[in-house]
């Protein structure tokens, strides 16, 4: 069976994320069900915010002409209150937070910035710039302006906004379908007893709640045995889901079916292997509709390569525009020597503005101990050997830390 040549990461990046070619389907959702889903339109100002002129505090609606006077005042207005009549001369209105400004107004003075007399009156000083606490409808956003852009990612604060528009149902893309195998004879799962001989399925546990993480939905499918004909039998029954992720069954051991299990299938891959450490054996390619990301068997080469790799992937999928991890700069906290001559994915920890390598870097791909360690990647490029103590350098920091 023809083995592809290892690449290098970013080639590998670039050539999974331009699989992707389609959008999803459109549905149209409540917005209190969008949390976490992904604009499927472009959302445009309906309201002007503020809708109208209105007070940014508590305080006294005054003519700016009338700074340094003695006002009485001629009234409260609340929010929700609309007053037309206008200040004769010497007057002043008291206005809360929110209220409607009436047209004649043109500043706003604080209470603690006035002095209160007896009989209604108020002391306005001298020093108050006009507009003060004046806010000025559409100043913050105008009808027709754009709000949102077809493939953003919906949270809280776009929630909030499309609340003040009167805007209760919107368009998203509809959630894309992931499926999840692990391999192995030896593999038992949590619930089930383990002797000496086996090991607990981490690989669907891992990466079905990293996947949970980002707001995917992913069925666990169970475990392929290592048998090549059923293998061939359970990828034929899965190209129902927009995108199937492995774990493990992709080396060159005699036990590892899973390749050629997916290629009977009509896998066609993109590469088989990264020149990375961890995670070399690393497997996406595309069976008819269905993306196929084969992840390594080792539970750390997994997550690491999943979180750099399927997330982006799903992301995209999923019709989302900003699919690519954010970094921070942050300094190393000590030297690093590695091997050159491929991408190194370091662990750590980020605090206070400072790297700190996990474990001194010597932990392998089989571990777990480092993960939950660790809060932060470092992807070194093939041509680093050494990262000197204070080097300003770029990390993803994995989701949930802060």
Same mark, same amino acid.
Not at 141 to 156: C, D, H, Q, R, V
Not at 266 to 272: I, S, Y
């Given at each position: ?13 670039? =050539? @999974? ?21 992904? #604009?499927?339109? &472009?959302?445009?100002? #309906? ?5 109208? !002129? !209105?007070? @940014?505090? &508590? ?6 002409? &009338? ?13 929700? &209150? ?28 604080? +209470?603690? *910035? @006035? ?11 001298? !020093? ?10 559409? $100043? ?9 852009? $077809? ?44 002797? *000496? ?13 990293? =996947?949970?993480? +980002?707001?995917?939905?992913? *069925? ?39 390749? $050629? ?6 896998? /066609?891959?993109? +590469? ?29 080469? @997994?997550?690491? !390569?999943?979180?750099? #790799? ?10 989302? /525009? ?16 590695? /091997? ?63």
């Amino acid at each position: 069976m023809k083995k592809l040549t290892s690449m290098p990461l970013k080639e590998a990046q670039k =050539l @999974a994320l331009d699989i992707i070619t389609n959008k999803p389907l459109k549905q149209w959702v409540s917005i209190s069900d969008s949390l976490n889903r992904v #604009l499927a339109q &472009d959302i445009v100002c #309906l309201k002007d915010l503020p809708a109208f !002129n !209105n007070s @940014a505090l &508590d305080g006294y609606a005054i003519k700016h002409s &009338d700074c340094g006077k003695k006002l009485h005042i001629r009234e409260t207005i609340f929010a929700g &209150d609309s007053v037309e009549t206008k200040l004769k001369k010497d007057e002043c209105f008291k206005i809360m937070t929110g209220a409607k400004i009436p047209k004649d107004v043109d500043t706003i003075v604080a +209470f603690e *910035d @006035a002095t209160l007399l007896e009989d209604g009156f108020v002391q306005i000083p001298k !020093n108050i710039k006009k507009g003060n606490a004046f806010r000025v409808r559409g $100043e913050e956003i105008a009808t027709g302006e754009t709000l949102f852009k $077809e493939g953003m990612l919906i949270n809280s604060s776009v929630l909030a906004m499309l609340a003040s528009q009167g805007i209760s149902q919107i368009q998203v893309y509809k959630k894309i379908t992931i499926g999840i195998f692990s391999t192995g004879n030896e593999l038992k799962e949590p619930w089930e007893s383990a002797n *000496d001989d086996q090991i607990y399925n981490v690989n669907s546990t891992s990466l079905v709640a990293l =996947l949970k993480e +980002f707001s995917f939905e992913a *069925d666990y499918c169970g475990v392929i045995p290592d048998n090549l004909e059923q293998s061939k039998l359970y990828f034929s029954k899965m190209k129902k889901y927009d995108l199937l992720v492995t774990t493990g069954g992709i080396s060159m051991g005699e036990a590892d079916f899973v390749e $050629e299990a997916l290629l009977h299938n009509g896998l /066609k891959a993109l +590469f088989h292997g990264i020149n990375i450490k961890p995670g070399r054996p690393t497997m996406i390619g595309k069976m008819q509709d269905t993306i196929v990301a084969s992840m390594p068997g080792n539970p750390l080469a @997994a997550y690491v !390569n999943a979180f750099l #790799l399927l997330i982006p992937l799903a992301k995209k999928l999923q019709g989302n /525009k900003e699919y690519k991890h954010a970094t921070l700069k942050a300094k190393m906290a000590e030297e690093l020597k590695l /091997k050159a001559n491929r991408t190194n994915l370091v662990l750590g920890s980020f605090m206070e503005g400072k790297f700190y390598v996990t474990g001194n870097n010597r932990y392998g791909s089989g571990m777990i101990t480092p993960m939950v360690q660790s809060n932060a990647l470092f992807v070194i490029p093939e041509d680093r050997d050494f990262i000197p103590q204070d080097e300003e350098i770029s990390l993803i920091i994995f989701k949930g830390i802060f």
